[in-house]
């Protein structure tokens, strides 16, 4: 079964940094795009980027591009999403999912920006 | 970027009865291969999002034969042929055809 599980989520003050994990099992992490989306509380869904299988390759959306860093570990099957200098827009619950397809998503965890 | 404007923004539905979603994309998402880049997602109450549909008309694994979807290179629609109650949620369209990818704002679809 696949299982993706998000954590690192939590309360961050504006300004700081943070950094979120995925952890992946129940297939070949090492054969998968992986990527994350996020979800504002209320709105819709936004593609922040993705990675490929050995992180040669990797995109974001534009306007994230300077505040985010997307990176992988294929020996623990983890994703991480590294985020700086953070503010009240990047409220949002953030979802990691295998792409390409983004079949499967995991459950998400909450990031609250606030001082 | 790839604008995807969903209508309507919601839709309510008697239980067996049809529905259908509207995902119109500002521009061609039929790629060089032949392969049309657009997407299904639900997103039930308090869940992440599930795949539907891909590649326009392409059932995902484990969803019901009630979905179906179609389109054209830059119009697209989703089919519920005779809405559940589990069908309850918002659901998205999504196009992978360029960077960065973008997902369309949105339908609600709630049951009367």
């Known amino acids: 079964e696949v299982k993706l599980v998000e954590s690192g989520g939590g309360l961050v003050q504006p300004g700081r940094s943070l950094k979120l994990s995925c952890a992946a099992s129940?297939?070949?992490?090492?054969?998968?795009?992986m990527g994350w989306v996020r979800q504002a509380p209320g709105k819709g869904l936004e593609w922040i980027g993705e990675i490929n299988q050995d992180s040669s390759t990797i995109n974001y959306t534009p306007s994230l591009k300077d505040k985010f860093t997307i990176s992988r570990d294929n020996a623990q099957n983890t994703l991480y999403l590294q985020m700086s200098k953070l503010g009240s827009e990047d409220t949002a619950i953030y979802y990691c999912?295998?792409?390409?397809?983004?079949?499967?998503w995991g459950q998400g965890t909450l990031v609250t920006v606030s001082s | 970027d790839i604008v995807l404007t969903q209508a309507p923004l919601s839709v309510s539905v008697t239980p067996g009865e049809s529905a259908s979603i509207s995902c119109r994309s500002s521009k061609s998402l039929l790629s060089s291969k032949g392969i049309t880049s657009l997407y299904w997602y639900l997103q039930k109450p308090g869940k992440s999002p599930q795949l539907l549909i891909y590649?326009?008309?392409n059932l995902a694994s484990g969803v019901p034969d009630r979905f179906s979807g179609s389109g054209s290179e830059t119009d697209f629609t989703l089919k519920i042929s005779k809405v559940e109650t589990e069908d309850v949620g918002v659901y998205y369209c999504?196009?992978?055809?360029?960077?960065?990818?973008?997902f369309g704002s949105g339908t609600k679809l709630e049951i009367k």
């Open positions: 590649r326009m008309s």
């Open positions: 999912a295998r792409a390409l397809r983004f079949a499967y």
């Open positions: 999504a196009q992978f055809l360029e960077y960065p990818l973008t």
């Open positions: 129940g297939f070949s992490f090492n054969d998968y795009w």
